[in-house]
């Protein structure tokens, strides 16, 4: 089973007073791909998530998260096994 991605596009768009339409412009895409991204029925490429990154000043973590659960004894993202 895929991972799912959550996203906090519309709440950084928002806290920017920016509409859709704004956003869609300043990163290159359509409004209904933005509509589409923060209804969390499509996961942009990479590309388009550095897009978003750099458009609202921030990492791809803030915006990005994977909603997957860890199983115990996991090395999780960022963390390194020592040994």
Sequence with gaps: MAPNILNRVKELRAA??????????AVGVSRQSINSIERDRYVPSLPLALTFARVFGCSTDEIFT??????????KSGEMREG
Excluded: C
């Design 16 to 25: 920017r007073g920016w509409t859709q339409e704004q956003l869609a412009d």
């Design 66 to 75: 994977l909603n997957g659960d860890v199983k115990p004894g996991e090395i």
